[in-house]
């Protein structure tokens, strides 16, 4: 199974940026796509950002513009900047990955706090 580790979230003001980090651990198995999911208090968790082994990218209407998701250095890793942060992204960040053949993956999750 695919195993996610996260990393980045924090706590910043209105206007700042932040980059989240996903990376695998022990696996072999060829990733379809990664990406990142929402959830913040009382709201359903709503997909944010994705990008798929053959680098086809989609985001959520609101983040269009200010996110960016990208492959990292490593093989099956993932990084979205965050810029031009407002209090409507806070929210519990979740990475996950859809391998070829096998069922999806997710990490814990990190929290992103935009506030004044």
């Known amino acids: 199974q695919v195993q996610l580790v996260e990393s980045g979230g924090g706590m910043v003001q209105p206007g700042e940026s932040l980059r989240l980090s996903c990376s695998t651990s022990g696996s072999d198995f060829r990733l379809f796509a990664m990406g990142w999911y929402r959830q913040a208090p009382g709201k359903e968790r709503e997909f944010v950002a994705r990008?798929?082994?053959?680098?086809?990218?989609r985001y959520v209407d609101s983040v269009k513009g200010r996110f960016s998701i990208s492959r990292g250095d490593a093989a099956n890793t993932v990084l979205l900047q965050m810029n031009r942060l407002t209090p409507e992204d806070t929210a519990v960040y979740f990475c996950?990955?859809?391998?070829?053949?096998?069922?999806?993956?997710w990490g814990q999750g990190t929290q992103v706090t935009v506030s004044s």
């Open positions: 990008i798929t082994s053959g680098n086809s990218i």
């Open positions: 996950y990955a859809k391998p070829y053949g096998g069922d999806d993956s």
